[in-house]
């Protein structure tokens, strides 16, 4: 029986979140991880129902079997237990002086995406400087 797949939701409006899940993917050796676009969002509530859009727009998300979701650099830290060349990373990832820092390198990162995507030639028009969710998100 093969082992249940974490479910790794990015923005696929956003092309350093994009580039993110291309290397996350060629890391994947063992197949171990589902991808899912926030942009599609119906599927996205189908499946997580208590993710709220605009938060999963902010942060990727990691959803484990069992439901637990894990957020930004937790998320990353995740996605990167799974990954055959990373795991032995893993461990590392709790000592005190990263679980400080790691956090906030993420938030910046995530905060200035599309600052980020602009510069390395990928603009995307956005309100306020955040992209909606596509599909019948702000209908509910």
């Not at 290397?23 to 996205?44: C, F, S």
């Not at 942060?59 to 055959?84: D, E, F, T, W």
């Not at 990373?89 to 995530?110: D, E, H, Q, R």
């Amino acid at each position: 029986m093969a082992a249940a797949k974490i479910t790794v939701i990015y923005d696929g409006l956003c092309a350093l979140c994009r580039q993110t899940v291309k290397w996350i993917r060629r890391l994947d050796w063992l197949h171990a991880i589902e991808y899912q676009n926030a942009q599609d969002w119906d599927e996205v509530h189908r499946r997580y129902p208590q993710l709220v859009p605009q938060e999963i727009l902010g942060q990727i998300h990691v959803a484990a079997p069992g439901g637990s979701v894990y957020v930004g650099y937790i998320g990353m830290r995740r996605i990167m237990k799974n990954l055959p060349l990373t795991m032995w990373l893993y461990p590392f990832l709790f000592l005190p002086g990263i679980t400080w820092a790691g956090p906030k390198v993420y938030a910046w990162v995530a905060d200035h995406r599309y600052q980020i995507n602009r510069l390395i030639g990928d603009p995307v028009v956005c309100e306020d400087g955040v992209c909606k969710v596509h599909g019948s998100a702000g209908k509910r």
